[in-house]
């Protein structure tokens, strides 16, 4: 990014969501008043999902550009990442059972369709988390293989 418009729009940008961050978070503390009223803390996890969306769509674009620009062929393992990606996702979705939660006790109970993705996400993390693991493994046993070899 040696172009210094890009610089100073990523500059501006950083500083209007950094200036509506503090904003919401200071309206969020100030409706607060302990009556359970959950209007400020929704507020605040829609605007945590917002920035969350933005940084996912800035890092991709700007890596997309980037790999574009330099190395054509860099795209084609980006596009098998992706792919292999949204096959977890759905690998996770297609296990996710969906089942009414055990013991709830909450005045509305979640639907099925919450409950469906709360089971996506919990199996999409133990996978990820199983996949770190064995990878940390697999990883150690190559690098005992590779230096006794050497």
Do not use: H
């Amino acid at each position: 990014m040696e172009n210094p418009l890009y610089a100073k729009i990523f500059k501006w940008i950083s500083w209007a969501l950094l200036i509506i961050s503090v904003g919401l978070a200071v309206w969020a503390f100030t409706q607060f008043n302990g009556s359970g009223e959950d209007r400020a803390v929704n507020t605040i996890l829609v605007w945590a999902y917002i920035m969350l969306g933005i940084a996912l769509v800035a890092v991709l674009c700007v890596g997309l550009y980037i790999s574009a620009t330099t190395t054509p062929k860099s795209l084609a393992r980006i596009g098998i990442g992706l792919g292999a990606a949204a096959v977890l996702c759905l690998v996770a979705y297609l296990l996710a059972s969906g089942a009414p939660a055990l013991g709830f006790t909450g005045a509305t109970p979640p639907t099925a369709s919450e409950l469906k993705r709360t089971d996506t996400v919990l199996n999409l993390t133990y996978i990820l988390g199983g996949a770190a693991i064995l990878a940390i493994i697999c990883g150690e046993i190559m690098s005992a293989i590779r230096t006794k070899k050497a």
